[in-house]
């Protein structure tokens, strides 16, 4: 079985990395880390730079746990339907995310990923918050 | 002096907490146009043009400069942060300022450039405000058959410039003079091609020409070329600016607007050509020489001078005869005329509190631009988050309802997206689209001088060229025509030759160089292709 974690380059994205590899080592599960941008603007920060993802793999490394990094544009539906995707391909046991303090207008306007996660994921999703 | 007067009657209008706050609105909305690539000071001027029938027209010159020196101060950051040049203009500084940036001193080239610029545009404005008022004095003595001479000029100079060939060029602008003798001939009252249409009737407003060709046009061309994928945003790291970092950029910001704001006055198809040949001369005259290619501060200083003096250069023969040198500088055109007034040398006696406004105007653009732009960097680098189809479609949205606000038709709406279309596919196919505007707007102004010249002459033809000023200028066009062509093709050179240079030094293995030289080389020449100005 594997756990899929969606990453961004933020804080609360490195903390759900961090609560993924803990339960991955727990579980003794793969790890499946996810990274997608919609591609349409010019400069997307929740994309992961090359440096980002040293930092990422490095980290990986040194846990010992197996892993696959998965870093690409998504489709056009934007991050939730790219996690949901690769949960339902791998078959996974539990989808990690990392959350963040909205304001009511921001959610109307931009909607929530993490709460389309929340509500479709067919399996267990654990929510992180940064520390 | 009687200039000082009017410039200083011309700052006690801009400084007027209104007008202020236009120009406010103009240098910020310039700037964010200018950061998003793709998107220039021209199609913002156009998108904006249906708003002349509204704004008093002080408010609506004041604003519209703050628009165009906006966009060429905006197109560095881009240039710099993201090696994307923002507009045509700053495709050089994106040479240096990248790796500047990538070498930790962003800050600093940030800063060079926002300084350069604003020493430049306001030596260039200082120039401007002396030079253009003799000029005009010299212009009120101009006849009917030099004003076709001058025309003539501007036609053929643009045509040849912009655009990937002459030909292309002069079928744009023919397509233009097609279209400004669509309506009713005000000598005879005969109607011309408008198959009996009572739309066509009045001919074709310049405003949904310029609206379809610059900004559904554009929106179109630039939608379809639509690259995926975000590109690494260098973060601005490092001091923001050294004495040394002043000693090596004063000399180059300096050298910049001596070659930039002459090559602005000449319709030598816009800003770029002076930032290359800055670029050259810094790479020549530097003692850094083996910087040049890993960050050079004088390679961002000089060409960013040399745009902003080149944006002060183009007014010149703009305010001064009625000749637009470019793109943007024709939408502008295309703004006096929709005020009805009539661009050229009258310009200056006529409406003199207008022009020193618009030229005092630049000066408080100039400062605004350099208060707020480097505290605002970050605000800047935001606007590269919003996705493009939104962008694109906000862009048609803005376009159909400002021409349906002008005439209130549906026609008008219609005649825009044909015309759209038909300036998709100039583009596509490599026609630039200004020559088509500059024919619009001065064809039926030829037309009439040429007429008049041949009405008081009792038909000799010979009355064109004999008056000495008509054919000073036919002997210039020769001039020009060759001149022109040599510059394009010593640009093209020195292009080829800036971006081997760039290529050599990026490949071996930075971890972005697969994006970014190809794209930076691909987009760079898509919106060299023409705007400029």
């Known amino acids: 079985m594997t756990i899929v974690v969606g990453y961004v380059p933020k804080p609360e994205g490195r903390a759900a990395l961090v609560a993924a590899l803990e339960e991955a080592d727990l579980r003794g599960e793969s790890l499946h880390v996810l990274n997608t941008s919609k591609g349409d603007a010019y400069s997307d920060p929740g994309y992961a730079s090359q440096d980002d993802l040293a930092e990422v793999k490095a980290l990986l490394d040194e846990s010992g746990v197996p892993y696959e990094l998965e870093h690409r544009l998504g489709d056009q539906a934007g991050g939730a339907a790219d996690i949901l995707e690769a949960v339902e391909r791998l078959g996974a046991s539990l989808v990690v995310i990392g959350i963040r303090k909205r304001t009511p207008t921001g959610k109307l306007l931009f909607g929530s990923d993490a709460q389309t996660v929340l509500l479709h994921a067919p399996c267990q999703v654990l929510a992180v918050k940064a520390g | ?533």
């Open chain 2, 1 to 533: 002096m009687g200039d000082v007067g009017a410039l200083l009657a011309g700052f006690e209008t801009a400084l007027q907490p209104q007008y202020l706050l236009f120009a406010v609105i103009g240098v910020l909305l310039g700037t964010a146009v200018g950061v998003l690539p793709g998107i220039g000071p021209a199609m913002t001027l156009a998108l904006l043009l249906p708003l002349t029938y509204s704004l008093d027209p002080t408010a609506a010159f004041i604003m519209f400069a703050g628009i165009y020196y906006g966009g060429m101060y905006g197109g560095s950051t881009t240039s710099i942060l993201l090696n994307t040049p923002g507009e045509s203009a700053s495709i050089i500084t994106a040479l240096e300022g990248n790796k500047m940036a990538k070498a930790g001193r962003g800050a600093a080239a940030l800063a060079t450039a926002a300084l350069g610029s604003f020493v430049a545009g306001t030596i260039a404005t200082v120039a401007l405000s002396l030079v253009a008022p003799t000029v005009a004095k010299l212009a009120v003595q101009l006849g009917p058959p030099d004003y076709v001479a001058l025309a003539v000029l501007a036609f053929l100079t643009v045509a040849a410039m912009l655009g990937s060939s002459p030909a292309r060029g002069i079928s744009s602008l023919a397509l233009g003079l097609f279209i400004s003798v669509i309506g009713t001939d005000s000598l005879t009252g005969q109607q011309r091609f408008t198959l009996g249409l009572p739309t066509l009737g009045d001919g074709i407003d310049i405003v949904i020409v310029a609206v379809g060709f610059f900004a559904v046009g554009e929106a179109l061309h630039v939608a379809s070329r639509l690259r995926r994928g975000p590109i690494p945003l260098v973060p601005i790291t490092g001091k923001w600016f050294t004495k040394q970092d002043f000693r090596r950029s004063w000399k180059p910001w300096l050298r910049g607007t001596v070659i930039g704001f002459p090559i602005g006055t000449i319709p030598a198809g816009g800003a770029e050509l002076g930032t290359f040949l800055s670029y050259a001369t810094e790479r020549k005259l530097s003692q850094h020489k083996e910087q040049f290619g890993h960050g050079a501060i004088e390679g961002v200083a000089g060409p960013e001078a040399a745009n902003n003096a080149s944006a002060a250069g183009v007014l010149v023969p703009l305010l001064t005869l009625g000749l637009p040198t470019g793109a943007t500088a024709a939408i502008m055109l295309a703004a006096f005329q929709s005020y009805g007034i009539q661009p050229g040398p009258t310009l200056f006696t006529e409406q003199s509190d207008l022009v020193w406004a618009l030229i005092a105007s630049l000066y408080i653009g100039n400062v605004l631009l350099l208060v707020l732009n480097l505290p605002l960097v970050g605000v800047w680098v935001k606007v590269l988050r919003l996705p493009r189809p939104y962008l694109y479609a906000g862009i048609l949205t803005f376009a159909a309802l400002g021409v349906y606000a002008v005439g209130a038709s549906v026609e008008d709406l219609v005649l825009l997206f044909i015309l759209g279309g038909i300036g998709w596919a100039m583009r596509s196919f490599g026609f630039p689209v200004a020559p088509a505007i500059v024919g619009l707007i001065l064809g039926p102004i030829a037309e009439e001088q040429l007429r008049r010249t041949l009405a008081i002459s009792q038909g000799d033809p010979t009355a064109l060229v004999t008056s000495p000023f008509a054919a000073v200028v036919y002997c210039l066009v020769v001039v020009a025509f060759v001149g022109s062509q040599w510059l394009k093709r010593r640009q093209a050179r020195l292009d080829a030759a800036v971006f081997a240079v760039a290529q050599a030094s990026t490949t071996p293995g930075g971890p972005t160089a697969p994006v970014d030289d190809s794209r930076l080389a691909s987009t760079a020449r898509a919106s060299s292709k023409e705007d400029g100005q």
